[in-house]
Every structure is written in structure tokens, then in C-alpha cells.
């Protein structure tokens, strides 16, 4: 597996860098963002935290806006933001030339429907193809753990809960909790899966913490100003899940706080300090 490297910054001591590479699991050129924090270069094996953005992001959103290397270079741990789809001249977008299907909206899943299902394989290209271009080309740990927003967020609930013992940790900024009920998830999992619905409790959150036996304590953060909360979110449903299944969920509502990458800021370090607390790094 061959990695070019497209860019470089130093950062808190550290370094953010882009990668392009040929993914075999989503046949098209991939690239990614990652940051090495300055414990790197001491031969410590450090863990791996993946960054899952939402829908119309890049590899770029996360590492510009939430405002996570300070707190990463303090922890010593590695972040890798993959792309939100396969992309490329190749690879079909939305017919309809919407932001919410096709390019930016891979939703994490793999298509099983044509035309979509020779490049949308998100779920296999991050929890598999990824990790293990990163751990045989950077000097990390086999420690992951999994966060992201929106669409991100409820793919990293999904990554997590259907891979028991593939992390150590788990997080969700605003995720989609319940796509199967939702206007953006039946856009996505109709074309991408069918529309034999019952296919899709297999790729949406809430259906299968109800069906959990990993129990890998959750937390999430929440703006109760957030415009799309009601349509699209739909925390209560995770949270109901998780009470009727004892599922260790923390589901914090911030008040005043939207959609937007400032609400991220705003509380990427408690995320950064649960990560870290499960993947064995000190936290004060
Ligand atoms: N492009 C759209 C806005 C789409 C949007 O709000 N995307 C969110 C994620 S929504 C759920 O997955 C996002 O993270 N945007 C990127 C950012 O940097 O804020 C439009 O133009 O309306």
C-alpha cells in the first residue's frame, strides 16, 4: 500500500499531515488527514482515536475547526479523519445534485444496491482498510477508539457497535440516532440498501444498541439549539434504547449550543479525556 504525502504543519508541537492513497475496499483514491502529537517521535506506540465528519465534509472540516490539537498533543493520542465518501470522477454521486446522498454522504454503511455498492463501502474502509494502513505505516498502538458528528456520529456508534472489541472507546457530537425514521437516513439507506426496510436495522444506531452485548460506555453531547435536532437527530429514541437495554449512556444537552463546529469546540476535550481515559493515557 503505497501512501503519498500531500501536506504537512507542525501543530502543538506536533504534526498534521495528509495522505492520498489507493483504496481497494472502495475502488477509488482516498485521502485522509492525521495528526502524529509530539510523543510520536519517542518511540511510544501511541492509540488511535478516527474522526468521523458529517455529511458534506472532507478529511479537513474536523482538523481546521474543532480545535483538537492542543488536547491531543497533551494526551498523546492519534487522529485520523478519513474522508465522508469515496470520491472522485469514477464514482456516482446524487442524480439529484443534493449534499445529503452520494459524494460527502457515504453514511458509513456498505451499499449492497447498484450502482452504489462497487464504491460505498465506508463501514469496511474505516473499520478495516484504514486502521490497518495506519498501524502498518505509523508508529501506533492497536488501542482505537471512534467519535464523530452528525452523519460521523452515528457512524461511529455503528462502527462500535457492530464490532465488539474493536474499540476501546466511543463518542457522538449531535449524531443521527435513528436514521431508519429519519428524512436523511431513508434518502441514503433506500438507494444504498434497498427498500426492503428491514435491511436497514442493521445499520442504524438505535436498533442495534437495543440489541448490544458489548457494553462500551457512550457519551454524547447534544445543543438544544440545534435545527436539526427534531427532523433529523432524534437523540430520545438512542436514549431509549439504551435505558431498556442498561447500555451506559451519558447524553449531555447543551443549552444554546447548534449544529456547528463552534458547538464542537466547544467540548471536544471532555471527548478527547473519555477517549484517553479508555485508551490507557493519563489524564489530570
Ligand atoms: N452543506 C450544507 C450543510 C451541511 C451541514 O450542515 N453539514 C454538517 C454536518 S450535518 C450531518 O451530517 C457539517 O459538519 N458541515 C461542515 C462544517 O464545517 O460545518 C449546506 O450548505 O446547507
Redesign the pocket.
Known amino acids: 500500500m503505497t501512501l503519498e504525502n500531500i501536506s504537512c504543519q507542525k501543530s502543538f508541537g506536533g504534526w498534521h499531515k495528509r495522505y492520498r492513497h489507493r483504496s481497494s475496499t472502495l475502488n477509488c483514491d482516498m485521502v485522509f488527514a492525521v495528526y502524529l502529537p509530539p510523543q510520536i517521535e519517542q518511540g511510544e506506540k501511541l492509540p488511535v482515536l478516527y474522526w468521523l ?5 472532507t478529511d479537513e ?1 474536523f482538523m481546521q ?1 474543532a480545535g483538537a490539537q492542543r488536547m491531543a498533543a497533551e494526551l498523546g493520542i492519534v487522529i485520523v479523519a478519513p474522508d465522508t465518501s469515496p470520491r472522485g470522477a469514477e464514482v456516482p454521486g446524487d442524480p439529484d445534485g443534493g ?2 446522498f452520494g459524494h ?2 457515504g453514511f458509513y454503511l456498505n451499499a449492497t444496491q447498484a450502482p452504489w455498492a462497487q464504491h460505498y463501502r465506508m463501514h469496511d474502509y474505516v473499520v478495516h482498510e484504514l486502521p490497518a494502513l495506519i498501524e502498518a505505516s505509523f508508529p501506533v498502538s492497536e488501542q482505537r477508539g471512534i467519535s464523530g ?5 452515528h457512524g461511529a456508534l455503528v462502527c462500535a457497535l457492530r464490532n465488539p472489541g474493536r474499540y476501546r472507546s466511543v463518542s457522538a457530537f ?1 449524531p ?1 440516532c435513528n436514521p431508519m425514521t429519519v428524512p ?1 437516513g431513508e434518502k441514503a439507506f433506500s438507494r444504498y440498501l434497498g427498500e426492503e426496510r428491514s435491511q436497514w436495522r442493521a445499520w442504524d444506531a438505535s436498533a442495534l444498541l437495543a440489541e448490544a452485548t458489548e457494553r462500551l460506555s457512550i457519551l454524547i453531547d447534544q445543543g438544544d439549539r440545534d435545527d ?1 435536532l427534531i427532523t ?1 437527530l432524534k437523540p430520545e429514541t438512542l436514549e431509549a434504547a439504551a435505558k431498556a437495554s442498561s447500555h451506559p449512556l451519558t447524553l449531555r444537552r447543551q443549552a444554546g449550543y447548534d ?3 463552534y458547538f464542537i469546540a466547544s467540548f471536544i476535550e471532555d471527548h478527547l479525556r473519555h477517549h484517553a481515559l479508555a485508551l490507557g493515557r493519563s489524564v489530570d
Open positions: 465528519s458529517g455529511l458534506s465534509c472540516n475547526k449534499w445529503d460527502g454522504a458528528h452528525s452523519m460521523g456520529g449531535a443521527i436523511w436539526f433529523q449544529h456547528s463546529y
